[in-house]
């Protein structure tokens, strides 16, 4: 195999990476990162609005942290502070196309995402009733934290 073969071998594969950790951080933010089952519907939490599937109710992250959540405990608070460090995720993995990125950083921003989504579960589950919040979004975040990774 020649030095040019070589080279060209490691561009493409350097690129499915970059394509790769580029789908793993998208779907990272559009699956629902909370699946909580109710008696006649579902609520499902995704990195920007709640969602409500009985009453097709939408509220988003902002309209939840400042209207609806004056006095609650700090669980409830766990999915919006995610929600700020998926976006630092976001941002610091733009900074790729820079050259200006720490990937530690990036990947310390999704796996720390990943760990408040799994802290919302307390916050958005009701042990007495029976109703536990399923992190799905968790095992996302954890992915795009694996293909950060230096």
């Known amino acids: 195999m020649t030095d040019r073969e070589t080279a060209a071998g490691s561009l493409s594969t350097g690129a499915f990476s970059r394509r790769r950790r580029a789908l793993a951080v998208l779907a990272a933010g559009l699956v629902p990162w909370l699946v909580i089952p109710y008696e006649d519907a579902v609520g499902l939490v995704f990195s920007v609005a709640l969602a409500n599937t009985e009453t097709l109710a939408l509220t988003s992250v902002y309209d939840y942290v400042f209207v609806y959540t004056r006095g609650l405990p700090t669980e409830l608070l766990a999915w919006p502070t995610a929600t700020l460090l998926y976006g630092a995720g976001v941002a610091s993995a733009a900074l790729?196309?820079?050259?200006?990125?720490?990937?530690?950083?990036?990947a310390g921003l999704f796996a720390l995402a990943a760990?408040?989504?799994?802290?919302?579960?307390?916050?958005?589950s009701s042990f007495r009733a029976g109703t536990i919040a399923y992190p799905l979004g968790a095992v996302f975040l954890a992915l795009a934290a694996w293909t950060s990774r230096p």
């Open 96 to 106: 790729s196309r820079v050259d200006r990125e720490d990937r530690r950083v990036t």
């Open 115 to 124: 760990f408040d989504v799994c802290y919302a579960v307390l916050g958005f």
